[in-house]
């Protein structure tokens, strides 16, 4: 194995807290259960670079808002996402180290988080790190994995993906990457 693949979202962040999404949906004037549904159905388009934040928010509060409040949004939203689990870093390091590998990212996020995180010096680990926006592909689709592949330079079997969603790991196995499923800083043991 060459390279560890791994997943940003609920697998080295920590998972955005409730109340981040109560704070979005209050500022919406929505409920947080019809927030939460609006802001996930609307969001692969958002991942993938082919709608940008304002449009995305307006979709997610089902009207036109002022630009002002949507940079409000966004600056919430990504601060929401921008929290690493050190624990999980830590059992990351370790694997490979064991292992041998190199370390690089895919995750599925708008550019506003993917810069965001770019800037965290604890990503400095992963080279490269490949986000939907970026690669305009999102997992699970087998082209967004062909995509990380060609970035990796590498052949399937030289990758281990690790992600959380079930989906995603199906994804990554139908073109002939092994896949862990995440539960737990534990899964990269099985590195």
């Known amino acids: 194995m060459a390279w560890l693949l ?3 979202g609920n697998v080295i962040s920590l998972p955005q807290p409730r109340e981040v999404q109560d704070i979005l949906a209050g500022l919406c004037g929505m409920t947080p259960e019809d927030f939460h549904a ?7 388009a958002y991942d993938r670079g082919d709608t940008d934040v304002f449009a995305y928010y307006c979709a997610v509060a089902g009207r036109p808002l002022e630009p002002s409040l949507v940079e409000q949004l966004s600056a919430i939203d990504v601060e929401g996402w921008c929290r690493a689990n050190e624990r999980v870093l830590g059992a990351i390091d370790e694997a490979a180290a064991r292992a041998g590998c190199e370390l690089a990212l895919l ?4 550019v506003e988080i993917a810069r965001a995180l770019d ?21 699970p689709d ?3 994995f062909k995509a990380a592949l060609q970035a990796l330079s590498a052949d399937p079997d030289e990758v281990v993906f690790v992600d959380d969603s079930a989906a995603n790991i199906q994804g990554a196995i139908a073109v002939g990457i092994r896949a862990l ?4 800083p534990e899964t990269f043991a099985q590195v």
């Open 6 to 8: 791994c997943d940003y």
């Open 38 to 44: 609006a802001y996930w159905r609307e969001r692969i």
């Open 107 to 110: 995750s599925n996020a708008p």
């Open 119 to 139: 800037e965290q010096s604890w990503m400095a680990r992963f080279t490269p790190r490949l986000f939907s926006c970026d690669l305009r592909e999102t997992k």
């Open 142 to 144: 087998a082209a967004c």
């Open 181 to 184: 499923h995440f539960a737990g």
